[in-house]
């Protein structure tokens, strides 16, 4: 029998994209010549406004997989569908950045070595790490799955609430020690899994794996996951909000202490109390999903909807359309406020890339690029396992 959609979650996602695109436009922004303390200030609360993205797209992936969960699980043709899906358009558009940001030459030997470590880094580009550390997860989803489905087999409701507490207190203190771990396994020098922990520790699934497991337990018993999110509203809601406040001074502290520019290192993925914000932050996002869902007008929905279904694309493709942006900022926006240009930059390339998404979706071949290979087939099965366009 095929299961209850999930609207939520296809709103969830398409606010995870606006949020990963808007994020990169800060970062631009950060670095441009002009810009002062009052504009570092300002970017460091639009920043944090935005931060849950990535961490979101760790969830919603976990959650769908558990929740459109078989029972059987067939792992060579789960990683094949995986590879064609995801990896083959991260491949095709990591030689589209290297062409084009790093004027790959392809008849160049030297050259092909770099491509083939951009193909394993996910370094071609700002935002395809991501991916990299996606796919660790879809290679381990068979110790995952085993996992939790012992658990869901063999404790109780409370047993297993206090295992996922667990898991994240376990979680926050890998994240504090994280430097200490990248230590001593670089110290053992075993080759590529010292560097996972050293050079490559920004895109080791290992720190972001307790946002997956979050989306499993989620996934696996959705009614009681809904449940919980509005009995623990008073909560998670105030601790949102004295996280949100704490980050903030932090990063407001390190613009003004900080003369050789804006920077927001403090508000980094990989530190204990970020985690935990970005924890809390997912509960909240997913609760306004479901809020969205109830009060949010038809039109709003569509528009969440729509650009969630083609956000794998055009998330590939965001970093791109974002240098067009840029070119509009300098021809136009130049002398305009900081939080403008910023604005206006996002809009342009969400605009962008979606409606590059869109076209490619039409072609007989743009599922090589991460497009929706057939329109009709993606409305029957948007839910789906097989569906790619959540793993951003």
Sequence with gaps: MRKERLPEIEYFRGL????????????????????????????????????FAVPAFVFITGLLLFYNDKGTLKYGQFVKKRIQDIYIP??????????????????????????????????????????????QLYLLYPLIRRGMRFAIRKWNVTVKQILLFAA???????????????????????????????DYADRNALYFSFYFILGAAAGSNLHLWREK??????????????LFGFHLMHGIQEVIRNADGITFYSLSLLRPWMALFLIVSILVMYDISLWIHRKGSKQA????ISIGKYSFVAYLMHILTLRISYAADEAWLS???SWTRILSSWMISVVLSYGAARLISRWSFGKWLGGVPN????????????NKNFNI
Excluded: C
């Design 168 to 198: 994240g207190i376990a979680f926050l203190l890998m994240t504090w020690k994280i430097t200490w771990i990248g230590n001593w396994i670089g110290g053992l020098q075993i080759p590529i899994w010292s560097v996972m922990f050293t």
């Design 16 to 51: 995870a994209f606006l949020a990963v695109v808007f994020q990169h436009s800060i970062a631009h922004y950060s670095v441009e010549e002009g810009m002062n303390n009052a504009d570092g200030i300002g970017m460091a609360f639009l920043l944090m406004t935005v931060k």
């Design 375 to 386: 329109r009709q087939r993606q409305k029957t099965r948007i839910n789906s396992t097989n």
């Design 90 to 135: 991260f491949a095709v558009w990591t030689l589209i950045h290297a062409l084009y940001i790093h004027h790959i030459n392809v008849f160049s030997l030297a050259d092909l070595k770099q491509l083939g470590l951009m193909l394993i880094t996910g370094k071609a580009s700002s935002h395809l790490w991501y991916i990299v550390m996606l796919f």
């Design 301 to 304: 929905h569509n528009i969440l």
């Design 335 to 337: 002398a305009a406020p």
């Design 229 to 242: 999110l509005r009995a623990w509203r008073m909560l998670y809601w105030p601790l949102f909000f004295f």
